[in-house]
């Protein structure tokens, strides 16, 4: 696979994806007890960026070994660096491209990965093809990925504010992404060989102040300005939204209904 991914590599992002870590840390908890990967004894984190998944998985299954496989160098220099700091002692890091391991098979109990495939579309037969043979024979398979950014909206209702949901969507097809990964997941996995165990979808209204309410907000100002650079997003637009959010933040009754997330359980054939 090429860079794939282009919301960045560099601190700033370490530090938005920290936020928003946060922002859907009870939503991973419960997803990774749905799928008993306390029970596995040895789990590949996928595309863990700078590690704050890996240590979710590290201390939810503290009897597991975690490998965490990315290919940005920053964020395994930033991951390694947290590991030493913190002393754990279950997580190995991994620098590579999960299609460049072809010897690596049958090695996991599980894969888990967050907001990963989203990214890598042209190549999602060839990365889900990948991970299958990585499994061990009745391996699991844990995805959380976007099912659609269009049940964004807000009260009170705003046009720029749907203007900056629409400038994600095309922003994301633009690189190569598609944040409606999850509503074809399914299909792609089960012909990847894939059985379907559990699929289940979170998010929903976030108001003034919650942690899905931040975390959008966050990401209007950490991207809206490239948006805009792109020709994605009106500068009227982008005006109206940064006052929006300013007078969001006075009202007691305004709320956002979230990004719908879809997490998938899956297994390999025994």
Known sequence: MS???FLGVHQQEIE???????AWQPETQALIQLAKLADCKNILDLGCGPGFTTFELANTCPKAHITALDKASLYQDYLGFQIQKRKTQNIALLHADILDLPKQEGLYEAVFCRWFLAFLIADLPAVLEAIYKKLQPGGVFVAMEYLTLDSFTCVPANESFDANTKAWNQFYLNNGGDAKIGTYLPSFLEKAGFTIESQTCVGGMAPVQHRWWNWWRDAFNDFASTFVEQGLLAQADFDALKNYWAEQEK???GFVYSAVITQIVA????
């Open 3 to 5: 860079e794939n991914y």
């Open 267 to 270: 297994r390999k054939a025994t």
């Open 16 to 22: 938005r994806l920290d936020r928003q870590h946060l």
């Open 251 to 253: 009202i007691k009754n």
